[in-house]
């Protein structure tokens, strides 16, 4: 089959392990992003089977309408972001592996990477020490042990961040759905009485929530002006799940300390004057939480699996099986 994935900006797939179970195939490897959806679609002429990078590609109607030829989109993972409806209009088959092996434990690491990254300023330490003023001009550190860390959701990347927290010796307090703060309580964790009281009292806030309708927006900019002034907000989840502008004016108001950020409202981030990349008290990085080789292997090693399912006539995990017939492969 003619398989194209797009995104790979980084150009590392074609350096993993699982590449190899697309032998036998014709393999066409983007590492930049289409300007719009008929630069994307262009690209795509003669394309059998596209894989997707996450959510780095939107699929509304104007793009599955112009996908000619193309018969399988595969993926991993929440799809919010792909408009099955219209890939069932244009008859081809969607497919995307929800995996139920547990939580990403490099999203996790990157996530306590960035509070200590934080609290210790190690990009001034860094900066300082490359402009030769040995402990000179950084500001001062602040130990992990001891302070309250907050989780704003409670799923399994959450539960794992809770982990490295108590082994740092962190207090750590969750807020969630009603049943998720009762998971953490049963897990020994701290529920504050109120929301309020969970932003006032954080030390660190990590934001750990799918990006849904009802979750969009979900942090306002009231929630955010509650924290102390030597607070951290950490956010390797979904940007759009704290409301639009909250954390800027949180951030010029001195509401919050610093901001560790992972992820942004609009992505790719290339501009180096956007107000949040560019703020002095933001530690950037730009969405690599479950970009490591192994994290990488084990979610394309899925979707190459979608791939030769369908080539062999049997697909897989298939979202829309309507629109499939065995004359398809």
């Known amino acids: 089959m003619k398989v194209h994935i797009l995104d790979d900006w980084y150009d590392n797939l074609r350096c993993l392990p699982s590449f190899s179970l697309l032998d036998g195939h014709e393999?066409?490897?983007?590492?930049?992003?289409?300007?719009?959806?008929?630069?994307?679609?262009?690209?795509?002429?003669?394309?059998?089977?596209?894989?997707?990078?996450?959510?780095?590609?939107?699929?509304?109607?104007?793009?599955?309408?112009?996908?000619?030829?193309?018969?399988?989109?595969?993926?991993?993972?929440?799809?919010?972001?792909?408009?099955?409806?219209?890939?069932?209009?244009?008859?081809?088959?969607?497919?995307?592996?929800?995996?139920?092996?547990?939580?990403?434990?490099?999203?996790?690491?990157?996530?306590?990477?960035?509070?200590?990254?934080?609290?210790?300023?190690?990009?001034?330490?860094?900066?300082?020490?490359?402009?030769?003023?040995?402990?000179?001009?950084?500001?001062?550190?602040?130990?992990?042990?001891?302070?309250?860390?907050?989780?704003?959701?409670?799923?399994g990347i959450a539960k794992v961040v809770a982990g490295y927290a108590r082994a740092f010796g962190m207090d750590v307090q969750v807020w969630a759905s009603e049943a998720s703060r009762a998971r953490a309580a049963v897990d020994g964790l701290i529920v504050p009485e109120d929301r309020e009281a969970f932003f006032a009292s954080s030390d660190v806030v990590s934001i750990h929530k799918r990006l849904l309708p009802e979750t969009r927006g979900e942090v306002t900019e009231a929630d955010l002006m509650v924290m102390r002034p030597d607070s951290v907000l950490v956010n390797t989840s979904r940007a759009s799940v704290i409301a639009p502008g909250a954390l800027l004016a949180a951030l010029e108001a001195g509401r919050i300390g610093q901001a560790a950020l992972d992820v942004f409202p609009a992505e790719p981030v290339t501009d180096p004057a956007d107000p949040l990349l560019s703020h002095p008290r933001v530690i950037p990085t730009p969405h690599v939480g479950f970009v490591t080789s192994e994290e990488l292997d084990k979610q394309f090693g899925e979707i190459f699996e979608l791939i030769i399912a369908y080539a062999e006539g049997a697909p897989i995990e298939m979202i829309n099986p309507e629109v499939w017939s065995p004359s398809q492969s």
């Open 27 to 155: 393999v066409t490897v983007w590492t930049d992003r289409a300007p719009d959806a008929a630069a994307q679609a262009a690209r795509l002429k003669g394309a059998e089977a596209v894989v997707l990078f996450r959510d780095r590609t939107t699929i509304n109607a104007e793009l599955a309408e112009a996908l000619d030829g193309v018969k399988l989109i595969a993926m991993r993972g929440q799809h919010g972001h792909v408009d099955t409806d219209a890939l069932s209009r244009a008859g081809i088959l969607f497919c995307s592996k929800m995996s139920k092996d547990g939580p990403s434990t490099s999203t996790a690491e990157l996530t306590f990477g960035l509070i200590i990254a934080a609290l210790r300023h190690l990009p001034e330490q860094i900066a300082s020490a490359l402009a030769g003023a040995w402990q000179g001009h950084a500001p001062l550190g602040r130990n992990v042990a001891g302070k309250r860390l907050g989780l704003y959701g409670y799923g």
